[in-house]
């Protein structure tokens, strides 16, 4: 997230400069949306295909991201 959800200020750290809300929580999940779309695409690598499928919908559960959509179509094809 490069800008406050609130204020639409560019953020360097945890709390919002300009409006000062704390989006500590909001990064936190966001990363680990992140990390469970990697571990899809590790768990597709190795064949693993219900893991990858776990890990993507874990993903869209936290942040629903255009690659997490495609990624969940592609493994439900």
């Not at 800008?3 to 560019?10: F, L, N, T, V």
């Not at 999940?29 to 990390?35: L, S």
Request: hydrophobic content about 40%; aromatic content about 4%.
């Amino acid at each position: 997230m490069k800008r406050c959800p609130i204020c639409k200020g560019r953020l360097q750290e945890n709390i919002c400069s300009r409006c000062g809300a704390d989006l500590a929580m909001l990064l936190t999940i966001e990363q680990q949306a992140e990390n469970q779309l990697n571990k899809a695409f590790l768990q597709l690598s190795k064949g693993n295909l219900n893991q990858a499928k776990l890990a993507v919908e874990n993903s869209l559960q936290l942040k629903r991201e255009p690659l997490a959509v495609v990624l969940y179509s592609f493994i439900n094809s």
